[in-house]
């Protein structure tokens, strides 16, 4: 559903699920225009249900033991939730708004960018959407028809990796979580790991004509990083990557190599601002075609002085909100909660 204006965080509970639309009764258009690394339309979903997810803590070290009640922890996300959307309306971002229901049983739901992307005709030919093979099966059911058939009245080309799920060796590519896109110069970075297979990742290279730039991360624990997204963003002009996460010499140096050939200033993070979610932020736009980088108010305040001057030269501005319980209870951040519509 297309909410507009600012809605009051005290009032997020009483969103009333969307109508099931036909074609051609859509909410957007694709983008058109020449190829664009940032989108001024998110898709966002509410954290309705949202909890614990005890599937994907087996390998989402980001999550963390919360003590609150579970209705606590759920009206926590949604004020959380509220606010960030209040703060993306008020800058000119327009936000497609969908409602997530209890009975689905789809605690993560609120992380929308790792089960679909969507591709403007400038970026792959004609306007797409690509669908990802899930690890668990709440994240597959996060596929709700009605988001399904919105998307595909808009995009006229679908592309689906989802039949790996259900392979007899299932392997899973779970969207921009595992891979981060520089949509420009058409190059995929992307850590290898139980929700990253290599063969689903160059498959999906072949069909998108992008280059992949594969390489191995592990979190200060010295275990695997699970979404690239944690430890790395790209932007326009703005690369935002733990390279110390890297831990091979010349995986590293091909990162490196890749972000300086298309032109990026690096804002090298440590370990434990990955562990603050620096890494997990997205550059977007607004209608003026401002560049906003989307953050935390946790990833915010662990950037260094420094880093955010190198930040405020090549974006117009930061925009930051608290969204602790959606951090510490679900393993993810800002920029998970946004997938953008080209």
């Given at each position: 559903?297309r ?14 699920p ?6 051609p009764y ?6 058109e225009?020449?190829s ?6 998110l898709?966002?979903?509410t954290p309705v ?9 087996a ?37 497609v708004?969908f ?19 969507t591709h403007p ?5 004609e306007?797409t ?18 988001i399904?058939?919105?998307l595909?009245?808009v995009?006229?080309?679908?592309i689906s990796?989802t ?12 969207g921009?979580g595992?891979?981060v ?6 190059v ?8 990253c297979y ?6 999906w ?5 992008y ?7 592990l979190?200060?624990?010295?275990r695997?990083i699970?979404h690239?997204n944690v ?11 733990c ?8 995986e590293?140096?091909r990162?490196?190599?890749?972000l ?8 090298d993070?440590t370990l434990?601002q990955v562990?603050n ?8 736009s607004?209608?003026d ?14 950037f ?12 117009d501005?930061?925009i ?15 920029r ?7």
């Amino acid at each position: 559903r297309r909410v507009h204006g600012k809605p009051d965080p005290s009032c997020s509970m009483e969103l009333t699920p969307p109508r099931a639309l036909q074609p051609p009764y859509t909410y957007w258009r694709p983008l058109e225009g020449k190829s664009l690394q940032t989108s001024s339309r998110l898709l966002m979903i509410t954290p309705v249900g949202f909890k614990t997810n005890a599937e994907t803590a087996a390998d989402n070290y980001f999550m963390k033991p919360c003590l609150q009640t579970v209705d606590a922890v759920e009206k926590a996300a949604l004020q959380e939730f509220s606010l960030l959307h209040q703060k993306l309306v008020a800058v000119g971002v327009d936000v497609v708004l969908f409602v997530s229901e209890r009975f689905h049983n789809t605690p993560d739901a609120v992380f929308p960018n790792n089960w679909f992307t969507t591709h403007p005709a400038s970026e792959v030919g004609e306007p797409t959407v690509v669908f990802y093979p899930m690890k668990t099966v709440s994240r597959r059911n996060e596929r709700r028809q009605h988001i399904m058939a919105q998307l595909h009245a808009v995009y006229t080309r679908e592309i689906s990796f989802t039949m790996w799920e259900t392979s007899d060796f299932p392997h899973f590519l779970e969207g921009t979580g595992t891979l981060v896109l520089d949509r420009v110069n058409k190059v995929a970075y992307a850590a290898l790991s139980q929700r990253c297979y290599e063969k689903i990742a160059r498959a999906w290279a072949i069909k998108l004509k992008y280059k992949l730039c594969l390489f191995k991360a592990l979190d200060i624990q010295g275990r695997p990083i699970y979404h690239t997204n944690v430890m790395m963003s790209v932007g326009s002009r703005l690369a935002v990557v733990c390279l110390q996460c890297i831990t091979d010499p010349d995986e590293r140096s091909r990162v490196v190599s890749s972000l300086n050939q298309s032109g990026h200033t690096i804002v090298d993070i440590t370990l434990a601002q990955v562990d603050n979610f620096c890494g997990n932020v997205l550059e977007i736009s607004n209608r003026d075609g401002n560049r906003l980088l989307v953050m935390s108010t946790r990833a915010f305040n662990a950037f260094t002085a420094p880093q955010k001057d190198i930040i405020r030269r090549h974006v117009d501005a930061i925009i930051h909100s608290d969204i602790s319980t959606i951090e510490q209870v679900g393993g993810g951040g800002v920029r998970c909660m946004m997938a953008e519509l080209f």
